[in-house]
Protein backbone atom coordinates (compact mmCIF):
# COMPACT_ATOMS: atom_id res chain seq x y z
CA UNK A 1 0.00 0.00 0.00
CA UNK A 2 1.36 3.58 -0.75
CA UNK A 3 -0.72 6.47 -0.06
CA UNK A 4 0.39 8.26 -3.81
CA UNK A 5 -1.69 5.73 -5.52
CA UNK A 6 -4.74 6.06 -3.58
CA UNK A 7 -4.69 9.57 -4.02
CA UNK A 8 -3.65 9.35 -7.78
CA UNK A 9 -6.96 6.67 -8.45
CA UNK A 10 -9.30 9.44 -6.64
CA UNK A 11 -7.48 11.58 -8.90
CA UNK A 12 -8.60 10.07 -11.91
CA UNK A 13 -11.75 9.24 -11.13
CA UNK A 14 -11.41 5.64 -10.25
CA UNK A 15 -12.78 3.96 -6.40
CA UNK A 16 -9.82 2.39 -4.27
CA UNK A 17 -10.34 -0.73 -2.78
CA UNK A 18 -11.52 -1.18 0.68
CA UNK A 19 -8.37 -2.34 2.17
CA UNK A 20 -6.53 0.42 0.63
CA UNK A 21 -9.14 2.77 2.14
CA UNK A 22 -8.84 1.32 5.80
CA UNK A 23 -4.49 1.66 5.26
CA UNK A 24 -5.08 4.91 4.46
CA UNK A 25 -7.21 5.94 7.42
CA UNK A 26 -5.15 3.77 9.64
CA UNK A 27 -2.28 5.10 8.20
CA UNK A 28 -4.06 8.87 9.14
CA UNK A 29 -4.70 7.75 12.58
CA UNK A 30 -0.87 6.66 13.09
CA UNK A 31 1.05 9.84 11.62
CA UNK A 32 2.24 7.67 8.75
CA UNK A 33 0.69 9.61 6.16
CA UNK A 34 1.96 13.09 5.80
CA UNK A 35 0.12 16.47 6.26
CA UNK A 36 0.44 17.10 2.16
CA UNK A 37 -0.76 13.55 1.11
CA UNK A 38 -3.87 14.11 3.54
CA UNK A 39 -4.40 17.48 1.94
CA UNK A 40 -4.07 15.79 -1.53
CA UNK A 41 -6.42 13.18 -0.88
CA UNK A 42 -9.00 15.41 1.10
CA UNK A 43 -8.56 17.84 -2.79
CA UNK A 44 -8.90 14.84 -4.95
CA UNK A 45 -12.24 14.05 -3.07
CA UNK A 46 -13.47 17.47 -2.96
CA UNK A 47 -12.71 18.06 -6.79
CA UNK A 48 -13.81 14.54 -8.56
CA UNK A 49 -16.22 13.01 -5.86
CA UNK A 50 -16.37 9.57 -4.26
CA UNK A 51 -19.14 6.96 -5.83
CA UNK A 52 -21.76 5.32 -3.48
CA UNK A 53 -19.68 2.34 -2.80
CA UNK A 54 -16.40 4.57 -2.38
CA UNK A 55 -17.82 6.95 0.48
CA UNK A 56 -19.40 3.89 2.51
CA UNK A 57 -16.33 2.07 2.17
CA UNK A 58 -14.69 5.36 3.22
CA UNK A 59 -16.79 5.95 6.12
CA UNK A 60 -16.31 2.53 7.63
CA UNK A 61 -12.74 2.97 7.11
CA UNK A 62 -13.04 5.73 9.39
CA UNK A 63 -14.79 4.49 11.76
CA UNK A 64 -12.61 1.33 12.26
CA UNK A 65 -9.74 3.51 12.94
CA UNK A 66 -10.16 3.28 16.26
CA UNK A 67 -12.77 2.01 18.72
CA UNK A 68 -16.19 0.98 18.09
CA UNK A 69 -18.86 0.29 20.66
CA UNK A 70 -20.98 -2.00 20.91
CA UNK A 71 -24.36 -2.40 23.02
CA UNK A 72 -26.19 -5.18 24.19
CA UNK A 73 -29.74 -3.67 25.61
CA UNK A 74 -32.13 -6.00 24.17
CA UNK A 75 -33.27 -3.75 22.01
CA UNK A 76 -32.65 -0.77 19.13
CA UNK A 77 -30.49 2.14 20.33
CA UNK A 78 -30.81 5.63 18.61
CA UNK A 79 -29.48 8.62 18.14
CA UNK A 80 -30.09 11.86 16.26
CA UNK A 81 -27.15 14.64 14.72
CA UNK A 82 -28.09 17.68 13.23
CA UNK A 83 -25.32 19.83 11.34
CA UNK A 84 -25.62 22.65 13.09
CA UNK A 85 -27.17 26.12 13.69
CA UNK A 86 -28.27 28.52 16.15
CA UNK A 87 -30.86 27.73 19.13
CA UNK A 88 -30.15 24.72 18.28
CA UNK A 89 -30.53 22.89 21.21
CA UNK A 90 -32.98 20.01 19.98
CA UNK A 91 -30.49 16.55 21.72
CA UNK A 92 -30.69 18.15 25.11
CA UNK A 93 -34.57 17.64 24.95
CA UNK A 94 -34.65 14.63 22.73
CA UNK A 95 -32.72 12.31 24.41
CA UNK A 96 -34.25 12.39 27.71
CA UNK A 97 -37.97 12.45 25.98
CA UNK A 98 -36.73 9.01 23.63
CA UNK A 99 -35.19 7.65 27.60
CA UNK A 100 -38.50 8.44 28.91
CA UNK A 101 -40.65 6.19 27.09
CA UNK A 102 -38.06 3.36 27.09
CA UNK A 103 -35.54 3.75 23.85
CA UNK A 104 -32.04 4.04 25.28
CA UNK A 105 -30.43 7.29 23.44
CA UNK A 106 -26.08 6.89 23.73
CA UNK A 107 -25.32 10.28 22.15
CA UNK A 108 -21.87 11.41 21.43
CA UNK A 109 -21.97 14.34 20.88
CA UNK A 110 -19.84 17.44 19.60
CA UNK A 111 -19.03 21.05 20.64
CA UNK A 112 -19.35 24.46 18.95
CA UNK A 113 -18.02 24.82 15.61
CA UNK A 114 -17.83 28.13 13.41
CA UNK A 115 -20.63 29.90 13.83
CA UNK A 116 -22.70 27.54 15.81
CA UNK A 117 -23.00 26.00 19.37
CA UNK A 118 -22.32 22.73 20.60
CA UNK A 119 -24.19 20.59 22.64
CA UNK A 120 -22.03 19.69 24.65
CA UNK A 121 -20.63 23.17 25.68
CA UNK A 122 -24.21 23.95 25.96
CA UNK A 123 -24.30 20.87 28.64
CA UNK A 124 -21.73 22.07 30.82
CA UNK A 125 -23.04 25.16 31.30
CA UNK A 126 -24.69 23.62 34.13
CA UNK A 127 -22.31 23.79 37.46
CA UNK A 128 -20.52 20.65 37.93
CA UNK A 129 -21.24 18.60 34.82
CA UNK A 130 -18.10 17.40 32.50
CA UNK A 131 -19.24 15.18 29.60
CA UNK A 132 -15.71 13.80 29.32
CA UNK A 133 -16.33 10.49 31.05
CA UNK A 134 -14.54 6.71 30.64
CA UNK A 135 -16.51 4.47 28.74
CA UNK A 136 -17.28 2.55 32.08
CA UNK A 137 -19.18 5.37 33.16
CA UNK A 138 -20.77 6.30 30.17
CA UNK A 139 -21.80 2.87 29.82
CA UNK A 140 -23.14 3.45 33.44
CA UNK A 141 -25.20 6.14 32.75
CA UNK A 142 -27.07 4.31 29.87
CA UNK A 143 -28.09 1.37 32.69
CA UNK A 144 -29.14 4.11 34.94
CA UNK A 145 -30.86 6.88 32.98
CA UNK A 146 -31.53 5.19 29.57
CA UNK A 147 -29.69 8.21 27.56
CA UNK A 148 -26.42 9.92 28.09
CA UNK A 149 -24.47 12.54 26.35
CA UNK A 150 -20.71 12.70 26.17
CA UNK A 151 -17.73 13.66 23.93
CA UNK A 152 -15.84 11.03 21.62
CA UNK A 153 -13.07 9.61 23.40
CA UNK A 154 -9.77 10.24 21.66
CA UNK A 155 -9.80 6.75 20.70
CA UNK A 156 -13.00 6.89 18.27
CA UNK A 157 -12.34 7.76 14.70
CA UNK A 158 -9.38 9.11 15.49
CA UNK A 159 -8.40 9.34 11.42
CA UNK A 160 -11.37 11.61 10.70
CA UNK A 161 -10.05 13.86 13.73
CA UNK A 162 -6.80 14.36 12.01
CA UNK A 163 -8.21 15.08 8.40
CA UNK A 164 -10.67 17.10 10.17
CA UNK A 165 -8.06 19.28 10.78
CA UNK A 166 -6.49 19.06 7.35
CA UNK A 167 -9.26 19.96 5.83
CA UNK A 168 -9.91 23.28 8.43
CA UNK A 169 -6.76 24.90 6.28
CA UNK A 170 -6.63 23.44 3.23
CA UNK A 171 -10.01 24.72 1.42
CA UNK A 172 -11.63 21.38 1.91
CA UNK A 173 -14.53 21.52 4.41
CA UNK A 174 -17.06 21.90 1.93
CA UNK A 175 -17.39 18.59 0.43
CA UNK A 176 -20.17 16.30 0.87
CA UNK A 177 -18.36 13.02 0.43
CA UNK A 178 -16.33 14.19 3.37
CA UNK A 179 -18.79 15.80 5.55
CA UNK A 180 -20.95 12.51 5.48
CA UNK A 181 -17.66 10.75 6.15
CA UNK A 182 -16.74 12.95 9.23
CA UNK A 183 -20.43 12.57 10.60
CA UNK A 184 -21.25 9.26 9.82
CA UNK A 185 -17.82 7.80 11.53
CA UNK A 186 -17.93 9.23 14.44
CA UNK A 187 -21.91 8.48 14.87
CA UNK A 188 -21.41 4.58 13.67
CA UNK A 189 -18.33 4.67 16.32
CA UNK A 190 -21.06 4.78 18.93
CA UNK A 191 -22.61 1.72 17.88
CA UNK A 192 -25.99 2.94 16.68
CA UNK A 193 -28.49 0.95 14.97
CA UNK A 194 -30.46 3.90 14.29
CA UNK A 195 -29.86 7.35 13.26
CA UNK A 196 -32.10 10.31 12.55
CA UNK A 197 -30.25 13.17 10.76
CA UNK A 198 -31.66 16.97 11.19
CA UNK A 199 -30.06 18.82 8.11
CA UNK A 200 -30.07 22.18 8.50
CA UNK A 201 -30.20 25.03 5.91
CA UNK A 202 -30.63 28.86 5.76
CA UNK A 203 -29.00 31.77 6.71
CA UNK A 204 -28.04 30.10 10.16
CA UNK A 205 -26.73 26.68 8.25
CA UNK A 206 -23.75 25.17 6.81
CA UNK A 207 -25.96 24.67 3.69
CA UNK A 208 -28.01 27.69 2.61
CA UNK A 209 -29.90 26.75 -0.28
CA UNK A 210 -33.03 23.87 0.41
CA UNK A 211 -31.11 21.75 -2.73
CA UNK A 212 -27.71 21.46 -0.64
CA UNK A 213 -29.24 20.51 2.35
CA UNK A 214 -31.54 17.75 0.57
CA UNK A 215 -28.49 16.58 -1.64
CA UNK A 216 -26.47 16.28 1.57
CA UNK A 217 -29.13 14.50 3.36
CA UNK A 218 -29.19 12.27 0.44
CA UNK A 219 -25.53 11.32 0.90
CA UNK A 220 -25.93 10.73 5.11
CA UNK A 221 -28.69 8.54 4.45
CA UNK A 222 -27.72 6.42 1.75
CA UNK A 223 -24.38 6.03 3.48
CA UNK A 224 -25.49 5.34 7.26
CA UNK A 225 -28.04 2.27 5.37
CA UNK A 226 -25.16 0.80 3.01
CA UNK A 227 -22.86 0.79 6.22
CA UNK A 228 -25.41 -1.30 8.19
CA UNK A 229 -27.37 1.58 10.20
CA UNK A 230 -31.04 2.90 9.52
CA UNK A 231 -31.45 6.51 8.84
CA UNK A 232 -33.13 8.88 8.03
CA UNK A 233 -33.05 12.36 7.14
CA UNK A 234 -35.57 15.76 7.72
CA UNK A 235 -34.23 18.82 6.63
CA UNK A 236 -35.89 21.57 8.31
CA UNK A 237 -35.28 25.55 8.40
CA UNK A 238 -32.50 27.91 9.94
CA UNK A 239 -33.48 31.32 8.57
CA UNK A 240 -34.16 32.31 11.98
CA UNK A 241 -32.50 30.78 15.48
CA UNK A 242 -34.43 27.59 16.04
CA UNK A 243 -35.24 28.75 20.03
CA UNK A 244 -35.45 32.00 21.20
CA UNK A 245 -31.90 32.37 21.96
CA UNK A 246 -28.28 31.49 20.89
CA UNK A 247 -25.81 31.25 23.33
CA UNK A 248 -25.00 28.04 25.87
CA UNK A 249 -27.00 28.79 29.01
CA UNK A 250 -29.07 30.72 27.28
CA UNK A 251 -30.27 28.08 25.66
CA UNK A 252 -29.83 25.50 28.46
CA UNK A 253 -33.00 27.36 29.98
CA UNK A 254 -35.30 26.90 27.05
CA UNK A 255 -34.79 23.32 26.91
CA UNK A 256 -35.73 23.91 30.49
CA UNK A 257 -38.82 25.72 29.60
CA UNK A 258 -40.02 22.92 27.22
CA UNK A 259 -39.21 20.47 29.75
CA UNK A 260 -41.23 21.79 32.79
CA UNK A 261 -44.01 23.85 30.48
CA UNK A 262 -43.96 21.99 27.16
CA UNK A 263 -45.80 24.68 24.14
CA UNK A 264 -46.00 24.18 20.78
CA UNK A 265 -42.79 26.08 19.76
CA UNK A 266 -40.82 25.26 17.33
CA UNK A 267 -37.87 23.78 19.33
CA UNK A 268 -40.78 21.14 20.49
CA UNK A 269 -42.35 20.76 17.23
CA UNK A 270 -38.64 19.69 15.72
CA UNK A 271 -38.35 17.90 18.74
CA UNK A 272 -41.64 15.63 18.41
CA UNK A 273 -40.86 15.21 14.65
CA UNK A 274 -37.21 13.59 15.15
CA UNK A 275 -38.28 11.63 17.85
CA UNK A 276 -41.38 10.28 16.42
CA UNK A 277 -39.10 8.95 13.10
CA UNK A 278 -36.61 7.87 15.46
CA UNK A 279 -39.12 5.47 17.26
CA UNK A 280 -40.62 4.05 13.51
CA UNK A 281 -37.64 3.58 12.24
CA UNK A 282 -36.22 1.55 14.98
CA UNK A 283 -39.57 -0.60 15.03
CA UNK A 284 -40.64 0.98 18.72
CA UNK A 285 -44.40 2.14 16.58
CA UNK A 286 -45.85 1.68 13.27
CA UNK A 287 -46.43 5.48 12.70
CA UNK A 288 -45.04 8.85 13.58
CA UNK A 289 -48.28 9.87 14.85
CA UNK A 290 -48.70 7.30 17.92
CA UNK A 291 -44.95 8.06 18.46
CA UNK A 292 -44.94 11.68 18.49
CA UNK A 293 -48.39 10.97 20.87
CA UNK A 294 -46.26 9.40 23.38
CA UNK A 295 -43.03 11.49 22.95
CA UNK A 296 -45.31 14.53 24.33
CA UNK A 297 -47.34 12.58 26.90
CA UNK A 298 -43.48 12.25 28.27
CA UNK A 299 -43.07 15.83 27.96
CA UNK A 300 -46.42 16.50 29.87
CA UNK A 301 -46.05 13.97 32.37
CA UNK A 302 -43.00 15.23 33.94
CA UNK A 303 -40.94 11.74 32.72
CA UNK A 304 -38.65 13.66 30.43
CA UNK A 305 -37.83 16.19 33.09
CA UNK A 306 -36.85 13.26 35.44
CA UNK A 307 -35.26 11.42 33.47
CA UNK A 308 -32.85 14.78 32.27
CA UNK A 309 -32.45 15.54 35.89
CA UNK A 310 -31.10 11.94 36.38
CA UNK A 311 -28.58 12.20 33.21
CA UNK A 312 -27.70 15.89 34.55
CA UNK A 313 -26.77 13.70 38.35
CA UNK A 314 -24.98 11.31 36.78
CA UNK A 315 -22.56 13.98 34.68
CA UNK A 316 -21.64 15.41 37.97
CA UNK A 317 -24.33 18.21 38.22
CA UNK A 318 -26.84 19.02 40.87
CA UNK A 319 -29.81 16.90 41.90
CA UNK A 320 -33.09 18.16 40.72
CA UNK A 321 -31.93 20.46 38.71
CA UNK A 322 -35.26 20.63 36.69
CA UNK A 323 -37.05 22.28 39.47
CA UNK A 324 -34.29 24.07 41.30
CA UNK A 325 -31.01 24.20 39.95
CA UNK A 326 -32.12 26.43 36.99
CA UNK A 327 -31.10 29.01 39.34
CA UNK A 328 -27.69 27.99 39.24
CA UNK A 329 -27.00 28.80 35.94
CA UNK A 330 -24.44 31.84 35.15
CA UNK A 331 -25.70 35.01 34.53
CA UNK A 332 -23.90 37.81 32.36
CA UNK A 333 -22.81 41.22 33.76
CA UNK A 334 -24.88 43.54 31.50
CA UNK A 335 -28.36 41.95 30.59
CA UNK A 336 -30.52 44.44 28.39
CA UNK A 337 -33.08 44.78 25.52
CA UNK A 338 -32.33 45.35 21.70
CA UNK A 339 -34.59 47.49 20.31
CA UNK A 340 -36.40 47.83 17.01
CA UNK A 341 -34.70 51.04 14.78
CA UNK A 342 -38.24 51.45 13.12
CA UNK A 343 -41.21 50.04 12.96
CA UNK A 344 -42.23 47.23 10.69
CA UNK A 345 -42.27 43.08 10.84
CA UNK A 346 -39.14 41.63 11.12
CA UNK A 347 -37.81 40.23 7.51
CA UNK A 348 -35.01 38.42 8.19
CA UNK A 349 -32.69 37.68 10.72
CA UNK A 350 -28.59 36.52 9.73
CA UNK A 351 -28.05 33.18 11.55
CA UNK A 352 -24.58 33.52 11.06
CA UNK A 353 -24.31 37.10 12.37
CA UNK A 354 -26.02 36.32 15.08
CA UNK A 355 -23.93 33.11 15.57
CA UNK A 356 -20.85 35.26 15.32
CA UNK A 357 -21.85 37.80 17.93
CA UNK A 358 -22.06 34.99 20.25
CA UNK A 359 -18.71 34.00 19.93
CA UNK A 360 -17.18 37.25 19.67
CA UNK A 361 -18.64 38.04 23.08
CA UNK A 362 -17.17 34.84 24.50
CA UNK A 363 -19.92 32.17 23.77
CA UNK A 364 -17.74 30.18 21.27
CA UNK A 365 -13.92 29.63 20.30
CA UNK A 366 -12.00 31.87 17.94
CA UNK A 367 -8.92 29.47 18.18
CA UNK A 368 -8.98 25.83 20.04
CA UNK A 369 -9.02 25.51 23.39
CA UNK A 370 -10.62 29.09 24.25
CA UNK A 371 -12.58 29.02 27.65
CA UNK A 372 -16.51 29.80 26.84
CA UNK A 373 -18.13 32.14 29.19
CA UNK A 374 -21.54 30.23 29.12
CA UNK A 375 -23.90 33.18 30.39
CA UNK A 376 -23.81 35.37 27.44
CA UNK A 377 -25.38 35.21 24.11
CA UNK A 378 -28.51 36.56 23.17
CA UNK A 379 -32.27 36.04 24.54
CA UNK A 380 -36.28 36.81 23.89
CA UNK A 381 -35.45 36.94 20.15
CA UNK A 382 -38.64 37.74 18.33
CA UNK A 383 -39.42 35.74 15.21
CA UNK A 384 -39.61 36.66 11.81
CA UNK A 385 -42.92 37.97 11.09
CA UNK A 386 -43.08 39.54 14.36
CA UNK A 387 -44.91 43.06 13.97
CA UNK A 388 -42.24 46.03 15.95
CA UNK A 389 -42.65 49.51 16.36
CA UNK A 390 -39.82 51.85 16.64
CA UNK A 391 -38.51 50.99 20.39
CA UNK A 392 -40.12 47.76 20.55
CA UNK A 393 -37.22 44.94 22.22
CA UNK A 394 -36.26 42.90 19.30
CA UNK A 395 -34.00 40.71 21.64
CA UNK A 396 -32.19 40.87 25.06
CA UNK A 397 -28.61 40.73 24.96
CA UNK A 398 -26.17 39.30 27.54
CA UNK A 399 -22.60 40.43 27.81
CA UNK A 400 -19.67 40.19 30.16
CA UNK A 401 -18.94 43.98 29.85
CA UNK A 402 -20.59 47.29 28.21
CA UNK A 403 -17.76 46.89 25.85
CA UNK A 404 -18.70 43.86 24.85
CA UNK A 405 -22.71 44.07 25.02
CA UNK A 406 -22.22 47.61 22.41
CA UNK A 407 -20.63 45.24 19.75
CA UNK A 408 -22.90 42.76 20.68
CA UNK A 409 -25.75 45.25 20.26
CA UNK A 410 -24.44 46.60 16.63
CA UNK A 411 -23.96 42.91 15.36
CA UNK A 412 -27.45 41.73 16.30
CA UNK A 413 -29.26 44.87 14.71
CA UNK A 414 -26.86 44.41 11.70
CA UNK A 415 -28.44 40.97 11.14
CA UNK A 416 -32.07 41.88 11.32
CA UNK A 417 -33.95 43.21 8.71
CA UNK A 418 -37.30 45.25 9.55
CA UNK A 419 -39.79 45.45 5.88
CA UNK A 420 -43.64 46.26 5.32
CA UNK A 421 -43.81 42.97 4.93
CA UNK A 422 -42.65 39.45 6.26
CA UNK A 423 -43.60 35.56 5.30
CA UNK A 424 -42.43 33.16 8.60
CA UNK A 425 -40.46 30.37 7.11
CA UNK A 426 -41.65 26.41 7.08
CA UNK A 427 -40.26 24.66 9.95
CA UNK A 428 -39.95 21.20 8.13
CA UNK A 429 -38.74 21.61 4.15
CA UNK A 430 -38.09 17.96 3.44
CA UNK A 431 -37.57 14.08 4.32
CA UNK A 432 -35.59 11.84 2.77
CA UNK A 433 -35.51 7.97 3.35
Not at 63 to 74: H, P
Not at 122 to 150: H, N, S, W, Y
Not at 203 to 209: D, H, L, Q, V, W
Not at 277 to 300: I, S
Request: aromatic share 4%; hydrophobic share 45%.
Amino acid sequence: MDARTIIEKIRDGRDPAQAELNWFATSLASGHITDAQAGAFAMAVLLKGLSDDARVAWTLAMRDSGDVLTWDLGQPVVDKHSTGGIGDCVSLLLAPMLAAVDVPVPMISGRGLGHTGGTLDKLEAIPGVRTDVTEKRFRQIMDDVGCAIVSASTRMAPADKRLYAIRDVTGTVPSVDLITASILSKKLAAGLDTLVLDVKCGSGAFMETPEDAKRLAEALVSTANGAGCKALALVSDMSQPLAPAAGNALELAEVMRALTDPKNTPLVDLTLALGAEAMVLAGYDTAPEVAAVKLRDALTSGAAAETFDALVLGLGGPDGFSTSGQTRLPEANVIRDIEAPRAGKIAALDGQTIGMGVVHMGGGRMRGGDRIDPSVGYSDILPIGADVTKGTPVARLHAASEKAAQAAERAYLAALTIAHDATPPRLLLDRVV
